[in-house]
């Protein structure tokens, strides 16, 4: 693999949704997420996170070093024993105490090559990071690549959709329906939404888990492709539209992110008081004059 990334990054992407869902809230019915002050739609970082996981694994197969370390069915506690098993280090507490007292050992070097044994093996440990403290203990770590919670541009309109099954489940309910069951359910959607999510790339905890410019091209790559590998009714249409970043030279960066943020805005063209319901209803606007010294920018992403 290549070696650590040495330069901080801060970035905007923008994706959009039409008739579909893109994060429900379980705790309101499966409604879209919104901002109950502003009417802005929300979706979560979790929700992100899982499509780039999910298209890694499919890009990968789910071999090292780009094993997913959450995913559905998991037993994390396993992956943990995995690196001690690894490294021939007792999972039993008081086994590994023996052995350490009797070689000398180092039982803190011991915890720092479990971590960095996930790191290695794991993909999306090395960046968003993890807590392995769960029963096998197999420490924490702080990942480079952190993502704010994504917000749509103008107010989100949730649409519901009432649905019906013909088919039943069984004999006795066919006979006792007649054969015509008519099970009523419910549907949400938004008509469109394009929405912004602002992220962080630090590359001194990059250096820590070890995340690569190979991992950082990879991460990329999902950017672009991972809507297209998720796709379902209940999510409609959804696609990237943009991702603007800006590259400081210094790993501790060039500049403070909020006024590299305030360069980037999605605006709304014309004003004839319709709701928007698609991407040409927007212009994309970065603003690259006299930027700070040290901060360039990059296009990771075009609609």
Not at 31 to 57: A, H, I, M
């Amino acid at each position: 693999m290549s070696q650590p990334i040495t330069h901080r990054y801060d970035f905007v992407y923008f994706f959009d949704v039409t008739d579909g869902n893109p994060n429900g809230d379980p705790d309101a019915g499966n409604l879209p997420r919104l901002d109950p002050e502003t009417g802005q739609g929300l979706v979560t970082d979790v929700c992100l996170k899982r499509k780039v996981r999910n298209f890694v694994s499919l890009v990968h197969e789910g071999k090292p070093p780009y094993e997913i370390y959450v995913k559905e069915k998991a037993v994390l506690n396993l992956q943990h024993a995995r690196a001690y098993e690894s490294l021939e280090i007792p999972t039993d507490d008081k086994k590994r105490k023996a052995e350490l007292k009797k070689s000398k050992g180092n039982k803190a070097a011991q915890d720092a090559e479990i971590t960095k044994w996930m790191c290695k093996n794991f993909f999306d440990i090395r960046t968003f990071g993890a807590v392995m403290t769960t029963g096998v203990n197999a420490g924490q770590v702080r990942g480079p690549i952190q993502l704010g919670i994504s917000r749509s541009i103008d107010p989100i309109f949730s649409a519901e959709h009432a649905v019906t099954r013909c088919a039943v489940t069984t004999e006795k309910e066919a006979e006792a329906q007649d054969g015509d069951n008519r099970t009523m359910g419910r549907k949400f959607t938004v008509p469109y939404a394009l929405y912004r999510v602002h992220g962080y790339i630090n590359a001194s905890l990059a250096g820590q888990t070890g995340f690569t410019e190979d991992d950082l091209d990879l991460f990329k790559r999902a950017l672009d492709q991972m809507f297209e590998h998720d796709r379902s009714a209940a999510r409609g249409s959804m696609a990237p539209r943009g991702c603007i970043a800006f590259k400081h030279d210094h790993r501790l960066g060039n500049a403070r992110a909020d006024q590299l943020f305030g360069r980037v805005a999605a605006e709304r063209k014309g004003d004839d008081g319709l709701p928007p319901r698609g991407f040409a209803d927007y212009d994309l606007v970065v603003d690259e004059a006299k930027l700070p010294e040290g901060v360039t920018v990059e296009h990771w992403v075009t609609a």
